[in-house]
């Protein structure tokens, strides 16, 4: 599996406008308890989606994982910044939902700020952590969800070389 063969790394993505940063177990946990300390300690200010209600359940569920690995794989446990390059703004956030299974899938959740909607972002922060994400060993295919009325999303996908898969109460992707 996977896990046994990821050593700790540093990992930081850049696109022509935005550098990808997956925050460790302790950025997570700073991002919850203290974020001014945590835009301080990355040097950006947030201003994606508000770290409240069921999204911030979801950024809490994501704590035990990036403990219990030590940060050894955070980043497939944990929320990546879309930080935009020319002010440091967060726009967005993106995340894998897991450790690549053994048939090498994981899938990939993301969010825009709604200020940022329309204009690429999330295409440009998929694209890269999708090219990344198949660049590391074992990694064979990544899986997308969205609601049916998401057409936003799924044009994202598309665009990222995703195909659709199934639709029922939700769409589902795979690359």
Not at 109 to 138: K, R
């Amino acid at each position: 599996m996977l896990a046994a063969n990821m050593e700790a790394v540093s990992v930081k993505l850049q696109t022509k406008r935005l550098e990808l940063v997956p925050l460790t177990g302790l950025q997570l946990q700073k991002w919850l308890e203290h974020p001014e300390e945590l835009e301080r300690q990355l040097m950006c200010t947030y201003r994606a989606e508000p770290l409240t209600g069921m999204f911030r359940s979801i950024v809490e569920s994501q704590l035990p994982a990036t403990k219990a690995d030590l940060d050894r794989n955070y980043m497939w446990h944990s929320f990546w910044f879309l930080i935009r390059r020319y002010d440091r703004v967060v726009v967005g956030l993106a995340d894998f939902k897991d450790l690549p299974d053994e048939n090498g899938e994981t899938e990939i959740g993301y969010g825009l700020g709604s200020d940022f909607v329309g204009c690429g972002y999330m295409t440009e922060a998929v694209q890269a952590m999708c090219d990344w994400a198949l660049s590391q060993p074992g990694v064979q295919h990544i899986t997308a969800e969205t609601e049916i009325e998401n057409t936003a999303s799924q044009q994202v996908l598309t665009c990222c070389g995703f195909r659709e898969i199934s639709r029922g109460e939700t769409v589902h992707f795979r690359l």
